[in-house]
């Protein structure tokens, strides 16, 4: 059973609660960071560096037996800054771990978008780096997640969508009749631990959702807002030519401030997409695991 685990991403959003997962469980965790400071958190070797430097991901897989890689580009202006982290990152650190002494599997953060490369550069670049992965991967198992919109605390996306809701606006992208899902971040991080505390599987593409049958539509939000807050949710269309000004708007800005842009065109096609709805059951099969937290919930209880 896997005992030290190298993780990227540590010091973003998800990688934090994996982390937090993962040293509940008793993993000792080696993390890459890219940042000066590393904080105060004890029971983690931090690895100084980036997916783009090799010597430092040999140091970050030495002694480990499993990898997480939760590092990922989610934000950026133009097709190559997306294969360049997702893509080619992601098959250095695989290098990595093949040429480690002890390192024998090997988790890849995916996404859902990967089911739609076709939709978004972001899209396009998890499911190359999935296929790439797939076929490097000889001496490492290799298992890949594919979470839909995640949330919870941290989070920066999702959070001003929920805390609208509950003040009684739901902004619509798309047609109202499209599908979404959601997941908690505990439930990926609990997903995470037990993925590792299973005995490895035949690669397989794993959705991760709340479990909620068939997802969301934006009415189905909406009627969960009103109950929530006990009060009217109000459904605000967001037509396509304002959600690509919008877009014009962020990469502007995002020029000025020598920021990558989250909302770009290319985005667009995967945030109006009108089917995102998941389903846990290649997970399930995989893994003993179940989600527990659903978007009610989460919302009832302020869990994000
Ligand atoms: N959030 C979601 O809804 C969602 C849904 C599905 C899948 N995912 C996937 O989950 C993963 C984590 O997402 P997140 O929401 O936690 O994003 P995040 O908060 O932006 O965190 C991204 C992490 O990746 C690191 N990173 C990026 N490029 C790197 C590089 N070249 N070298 C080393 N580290 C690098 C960042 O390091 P710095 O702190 O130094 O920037 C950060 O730790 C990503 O792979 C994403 O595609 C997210």
Same mark, same amino acid.
């Given at each position: 059973?896997?005992?030290?685990?190298?993780?990227?991403?540590?010091?973003?959003?998800?990688?934090?609660?994996?982390?937090?997962?993962?040293?509940?469980?008793?993993?000792?965790?080696?993390?890459?960071?890219?940042?000066?400071?590393?904080?105060?958190?004890?029971? /983690?070797?931090?690895?100084?560096? #980036?997916?783009?430097? @090799?010597?430092?991901?040999? &140091? +970050?897989? $030495? *002694?480990? =037996?499993?990898?997480?890689?939760?590092?990922?580009?989610?934000?950026?202006?133009?097709?190559?800054?997306?294969?360049?982290?997702?893509?080619?990152?992601?098959?250095?650190?695989?290098?990595?771990?093949?040429?480690?002494?002890?390192?024998?599997?090997?988790?890849?953060?995916?996404?859902?978008?990967?089911?739609?490369?076709?939709?978004?550069?972001?899209?396009?670049?998890?499911?190359?780096?999935?296929?790439?992965?797939?076929?490097?991967?000889?001496?490492?198992?290799?298992?890949?997640?594919?979470?839909?919109?995640?949330?919870?605390?941290?989070?920066?996306?999702?959070?001003?969508?929920?805390?609208?809701?509950?003040?009684?606006?739901?902004?619509?992208?798309?047609?109202?009749?499209?599908?979404?899902?959601?997941?908690?971040?505990?439930?990926?991080?609990?997903? /995470?631990?037990?993925?590792?505390? #299973?005995?490895?599987? @035949?690669?397989?593409?794993? &959705? +991760?959702? $709340? *479990?909620? =049958?068939?997802?969301?539509?934006?009415?189905?939000?909406?009627?969960?807002?009103?109950?929530?807050?006990?009060?009217?949710?109000?459904?605000?269309?967001?037509?396509?030519?304002?959600?690509?000004?919008?877009?014009?708007?962020?990469?502007?800005?995002?020029?000025?401030?020598?920021?990558?842009?989250?909302?770009?065109?290319?985005?667009?096609?995967?945030?109006?997409?009108?089917?995102?709805?998941?389903?846990?059951?290649?997970?399930?099969?995989?893994?003993?695991?179940?989600?527990?937290?659903?978007?009610?919930?989460?919302?009832?209880?302020?869990?994000?």
């Amino acid at each position: 059973m896997t005992r030290t685990v190298a993780l990227t991403g540590m010091t973003g959003f998800i990688g934090r609660h994996i982390a937090e997962n993962l040293l509940s469980r008793g993993f000792a965790v080696r993390a890459l960071t890219r940042k000066p400071d590393t904080g105060t958190v004890t029971n /983690v070797t931090w690895i100084k560096g #980036s997916l783009e430097h @090799p010597d430092a991901l040999a &140091e +970050l897989v $030495d *002694g480990a =037996d499993s990898v997480v890689h939760c590092a990922g580009v989610v934000r950026g202006h133009k097709e190559s800054i997306f294969t360049e982290g997702n893509v080619t990152g992601s098959l250095r650190l695989m290098q990595a771990a093949e040429e480690s002494r002890g390192c024998r599997r090997f988790l890849f953060i995916s996404s859902l978008a990967a089911r739609h490369p076709e939709l978004s550069w972001y899209a396009k670049s998890k499911s190359v780096a999935e296929q790439q992965l797939t076929t490097m991967a000889t001496q490492t198992s290799l298992g890949i997640f594919r979470p839909t919109a995640v949330y919870g605390p941290g989070d920066k996306e999702l959070k001003p969508v929920l805390t609208w809701l509950l003040r009684g606006v739901l902004p619509c992208l798309g047609s109202p009749e499209s599908r979404l899902s959601f997941i908690h971040v505990s439930d990926l991080a609990q997903a /995470v631990g037990q993925w590792l505390a #299973s005995a490895p599987q @035949p690669t397989r593409p794993c &959705e +991760l959702c $709340d *479990g909620v =049958d068939g997802g969301y539509n934006w009415q189905r939000l909406q009627e969960i807002g009103a109950r929530v807050r006990q009060g009217p949710v109000r459904l605000v269309g967001v037509p396509l030519p304002v959600l690509k000004l919008l877009a014009d708007i962020s990469v502007f800005f995002a020029h000025l401030t020598r920021r990558e842009p989250m909302l770009t065109r290319s985005k667009i096609h995967e945030l109006t997409h009108h089917d995102w709805s998941a389903s846990n059951k290649v997970c399930t099969e995989q893994i003993t695991w179940r989600p527990e937290i659903s978007l009610e919930h989460a919302l009832r209880e302020r869990l994000f």
